[in-house]
């Protein structure tokens, strides 16, 4: 397959793209890039407003994003140490169309539901 402009090609089972788009599939990463969105916040901001997050997944997420170049963490030297997360200028090119998917999902849930218990009922039938 044509690779086009671009020198990666996701098709290709070594691709490195295929890791961006596994962390971009994560919905902890999501969640947590769509909440970082409007600016920094603290850790344990992040964690009181992403529901169901773990402390230990919250950290694993940021550290991976912050590998990725999508989330900074600074410490300022407070007592105690005060750390907060914010997008890069990368991870702010990835707003429309993460917010874009997000709205997608929340206005489509009851469509995903009843799809999801149609087929459900057919399995039980078969």
């Not at 599939?25 to 999501?30: G, I």
């Not at 140490?81 to 200028?89: I, N």
Request: contains cysteine; hydrophobic residues 45%.
């Amino acid at each position: 397959m044509d690779a086009g402009p671009f020198p990666f090609d996701v098709y290709e089972d070594q691709c490195p793209t295929r890791m961006v788009l596994d962390r971009l599939a994560d919905k902890w990463a999501l969640l947590l890039m769509l909440r970082l969105a409007d600016g920094p916040l603290r850790f344990n901001q992040l964690r009181r407003d992403v529901k169901g997050i773990s402390q230990k997944v919250l950290s694993q997420t940021l550290k991976k994003l912050e590998r990725d170049g999508l989330v900074t963490r600074t410490v300022y030297p407070t007592v105690p140490v005060t750390v907060e997360y914010a997008l890069t200028p990368l991870a702010q090119t990835l707003r429309e169309p993460v917010e874009a998917l997000t709205r997608w999902a929340e206005s489509h849930m009851d469509a995903v539901q009843a799809a999801q218990q149609a087929y459900d009922a057919g399995a039980a039938a078969r």
